[in-house]
């Protein structure tokens, strides 16, 4: 005999298949355990990948237009979202350092989506302005105690604007504090969640043009009518009353050519001066 009817006849010992098979099944095992490890590994990566983008301004509120998985819809710092409704009622949920913002209807069912928001962040002091349209039941003083209830949290306080179908409030956050903001869907909620572990500045000097200190209440409410083309936002002064400001400037020249820019746009109106305080405190009285 030769050639492949040498080889068909060679004679295989019993034991030989069975070590064979234990062999193969021991291949299959490895592969499958290489294949899970595969498997985890990507799945940790996309999600630590996921917590750099929310951690990282700049792009997370590039990306907050992305949907995502799960009930997720955005991951902001500042920016807008939701959809137009009306006549909602808001309520709030307090955790350790995160707030809901939850939305119902007249029949007091939960919203599938939120309605139509837009978060600003400032500084000087570090604060969130809320806006949220189509909201007709609110109470703000809940809202406030529950969101004061964080340790993260300096102050909270309403801003009155003139649409009585929308509502504004600011949360001014402790130094040292980062903030992500989520919008879910299904049900629809917003979600605040603050971190202690952003880098704290050096204080130093911030120019800007403000009005006198007074109550909230229409007339610092309709300034934002009489000057529509500037970013005006309130902030509470030293004490108990507020100010329209405008701007945030290095030096008090720069502040004094915006103050210029503005009376020219506006020569019947004179309600701005210049004025400074530290980066991480309030204007005075």
């Not at 959809?83 to 913002?101: A, C, F, L, R």
């Amino acid at each position: 005999m030769i050639g492949k009817q040498h080889y068909d006849n060679i004679p295989v010992p019993e034991q030989l298949t069975d070590v064979m098979d234990r062999a193969q099944q021991k291949a299959r095992q490895k592969q499958r355990k290489t294949n899970r490890i595969v498997r985890y590994s990507s799945l940790i990566a996309a999600c630590i990948a996921f917590l750099l983008v929310v951690n990282i301004p700049t792009v997370a509120n590039a990306m907050y237009n992305i949907p995502v998985l799960g009930s997720i819809v955005k991951v902001l710092q500042f920016g807008e979202g939701g959809q137009v409704t009306d006549g909602v009622h808001v309520e709030t949920k307090v955790t350790e350092n995160s707030v809901q913002i939850h939305f119902s209807n007249d029949d007091k069912d939960l919203m599938d989506r939120v309605p139509a928001y837009e978060v600003v962040q400032k500084d000087a002091p570090n604060r969130l302005i809320f806006t949220i349209n189509g909201a007709r039941t609110f109470d703000y003083d809940q809202v406030t105690q529950d969101l004061r209830k964080l340790p993260l949290v300096q102050d909270v306080y309403r801003v009155v604007i003139l649409d009585d179908s929308a509502m504004r409030f600011v949360v001014e956050l402790k130094d040292g504090v980062s903030h992500t903001i989520t919008e879910y869907q299904n049900p629809g909620y917003l979600e605040l969640t603050l971190r202690s572990d952003a880098t704290i500045t050096e204080p130093h000097m911030i120019y800007a043009l403000r009005t006198e200190s007074m109550p909230m209440g229409e007339s610092l409410s309709m300034l934002e009518e009489l000057y529509p083309n500037e970013d005006i936002s309130f902030i509470k002064t030293s004490g108990e009353m507020y100010a329209a400001v405008i701007g945030e400037y290095e030096t008090k020249e720069e502040a004094e050519a915006k103050l210029k820019q503005v009376s020219a746009a506006s020569p019947d109106y004179h309600d701005f001066r210049v004025d400074s305080w530290m980066s991480n405190d309030r204007p005075h009285e």
